[in-house]
């Protein structure tokens, strides 16, 4: 029996054509960015921006709008202040990292000791570290793919305690991020419970340059770090839910997900406002249908993902049993687009599917991929009870120059370029629910992140 | 007779061809940047560019290096905030205008009401104002050329006055600046004697989209503002000067200016640090020349150009009637280059003899221009002395994206580039030092700014 009828495949055409007229999606992220703006989990941005969501998903047509209570950790960044010591005291353009410590009040002034990388750290005596300022500086390298980000983030996320180990007073990396305008980029770090726990902050690409030619002109380069930042109690936060309900296998669902959240830096329209945009913008063109598809398409907005995943874990704990009925799950998380490939993690005898998916895609320029993805972060707790999943992966090229910092804002949104990616969510997602027989279950894995 | 022989001629060609091979400009522009990074007048950073200055002519073998006293404002940013109020209160990305006042402690909190030009605001009935922050929407315009910066530079120059005058409590403008990247551009502005003195912001381009949605979709948007700005008394800060002697018309001066202060908020690697290499590396280049020019090149690094040409005025001053003695001046102060254009006011006569010179230059593309040109805001009072003056226009595209914003570093500097500006101001001061003749004079106009 074939996977769909020629009026299932001459919809999905008729959607993604439709979508390519121009859809809603600048529009939501714009109204995200400009009525919410800045949410980090637990802050009254957060907050903010779950109402947002239950108008935006009500008001849209979706049904079954609906919160699910999601705690998540409560980080305050507070002020931050590096400071390069020399006669004049150049002030450099830092940002604390995610979760780290604040400084005393009087803040740490220590040497300088720099390292290419986080091996080269790691084999360093702890005679050069000790009561240093340890400095990793590491470029990202730029791809389309944005491999650059999972080679270096461990600078990032493991640094501080690294240092530590050592002796070191703190730990300053070069921003994990490809872009040379002066932005710092920050991001989740994370204490090793048996280091001591030292602040970490980072710098942005032109500042990790300026200090690396003194490091080079000067060994006697000290700084100056302060910090305020500090952790609050835990808070409430939520997953917003909203549906677009299948006529006879109603209670079979697609996932479409993207996370409410942002830094506190930027607006988060790239991250992930624009994710947010991409699936809720899919699954109203699809409400909007004559035909409508079978299975429920629904749409979870998650909490916290950059603190943690407690969003994607609690929705995974919340489904139960329900997870069989999950057919397939995408998620939007890496910038406007367009989509380049679609990589997959389904059983094999479904890659024929989804071959003729990318196939209805055509126009759009996307092409096949492998079948190891992971589907993204917030997906992990879902692949993990074995549901496939379906990535379409996005042009990263410029995605990392804004990525958690204060320059993700709606300027970088091409309104174009976002419709392209609505296109290709729409028709992958009507495909998968219209689509006769299911694409498989996942071996279950242990979810460890 | 003949402006120049043809050994002169022959020299100056190789002069720029030992120019376009690779100078030492960038790391000029790198020492500073590095080494002192921001130098507003009559700052810390300020005094340290000085000794840069001593030191590093000192070290390229200049003659006659010396200071000249000047007395310069002394302005204190402090602290910025700029909150868009609504549930979640949004930060902007701001600026507090140089010159401006600070708020009180607590802040200004009021509605704020949109203008679309200047023309607009000095159009508006004080009802509409009064007791409002006036925020001025107007965005600049990128061209070759930098025009749009003197058509819209009196919002931030005038704004506060004119909005005080219909009793507005705070300006806020959009950024004077063609970047899309979050940065809000600084500058100096003007209070009139006669109006209420009210604080000055500038938003960064991104932020004042965000703010013009808003008041677009919600009639009561409202910002509150805090500044730390504040005044103290004015400092001493000097303009530096070193030479390359002339032989037998050692008396005769040709004047190569550039500034030596910056904004606090960026390193001034554009503004004027780039300034500074070319004219620093175009005189060194002519000293290391067989076929030395029998007029004497005059390096002057000005002090505190950005808060109303004291160093310029200084040296005008000084000079007495040694004016006489200036053949020509010419001032870099428009980033890296390359030279597009090649501006002057000198006598009639003279215009010839300046095609000439264009052709010396001929493999680095650069056009005639007018006669009519000011050449600089530093060469002002020597113009207004009668001296003569060439005005080597920059290609000021990307200038105005970094101009006196956070984002001017070492990282927007492109060494090619910047060697193309030095081989012409070498070429040009090279052959203005070795003219039979001079440029004529200008008739002598008062100096009012
Ligand atoms: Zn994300
Ligand atoms: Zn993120
Ligand atoms: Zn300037
Ligand atoms: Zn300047």
Redesign the interface.
């Known amino acids: 029996m074939a996977d769909w009828t020629e009026a299932d495949l001459a919809t999905a055409a008729a959607l993604r054509d439709r979508a390519l007229k121009g859809t809603s999606a600048y529009e939501h992220v ?1 109204s995200l ?7 980090l989990a637990g ?3 957060d ?2 921006a779950v ?1 947002w969501a239950m108008n935006r998903l009500g008001k849209l047509g979706f049904t079954g709008v609906r919160t699910q209570d999601v705690l998540v950790p409560r980080w305050i960044r507070g002020s931050t202040e590096v400071t ?1 010591l ?6 450099l ?1 830092a940002a604390t990292l995610g979760g780290s410590i604040g400084t005393p009040e009087d803040g740490i002034e220590a040497a300088v000791v720099e390292f290419a990388t986080l091996d080269a750290l790691s084999a360093a005596q702890a005679g050069d570290v000790k009561n240093k300022i340890v400095f990793i500086n590491e470029r990202m390298e730029r791809t389309k793919d944005g491999s650059g980000y999972g080679k270096i983030v461990k600078n990032r996320v493991q640094g501080a305690s690294v240092a530590a180990n050592l002796g070191a007073v703190a730990l300053v990396i070069r921003s994990v991020g490809t872009s ?4 710092a980029h920050t991001g989740r770090m994370q204490y090793d419970v048996n280091a001591p726990r030292i602040p970490a902050f980072s710098l942005s ?3 990790a ?2 200090l690396s ?2 490091v080079k ?1 000067n060994k006697q380069v000290r700084l100056r770090l302060k910090s305020t930042a500090r952790e609050l109690p835990p808070a409430w936060s939520a997953n917003v839910i909203g549906e677009i309900p299948g006529t006879d296998r109603a209670n079979e669902i697609v996932l479409l997900g993207a996370h409410l959240d942002s830094w506190d830096l ?2 988060g329209a790239l991250d992930d406002g624009a994710g947010v945009a991409i699936v809720v913008e899919a699954a109203r063109l699809i409400s909007r249908l004559d035909r409508k598809p079978s299975r429920t398409i629904r749409v979870v907005l998650f909490a916290n993902e950059e603190f943690g995943l407690s969003g994607a874990k609690e929705y995974a704990r919340q489904i139960g049993d329900e997870h069989n009925r999950h057919v397939l799950a995408m998620e939007a998380d890496t910038g406007i687009g367009p989509v380049v490939r679609l990589d997959t993690q389904v059983a094999p005898e479904s890659l024929g599917a989804i071959e003729k998916m990318r196939k209805a895609m055509e126009p759009l320029v996307i092409e096949g991929g492998s079948n190891t993805a992971s589907g993204g972060a917030d997906l992990g707790p879902l692949r993990s009870l074995g549901v496939p999943v379906l990535d379409p992966v996005l042009d990263a090229s410029l995605y990392f120059d804004v990525h958690h910092t ?2 993700d ?4 949104v091409d309104a174009k370029v976002l419709d392209q990616s609505v296109a290709a969510y729409a028709v992958a997602a009507y495909l998968a629910a219209t689509k006769q027989g299911n694409f498989g279950r996942l071996a279950p894995v242990p979810f460890n992140r």
């Open positions: 714009s960015v400009t009525e919410v703006g800045p949410r802050s009254a941005g907050e903010a109402r390069l020399g006669p004049a005291g150049q002030p353009v040379d305008e002066r932005f690409n032109p500042d340059d300026t030619r003194q002109a930027g607006q204060m320059n804002t709606l300027a970088k």
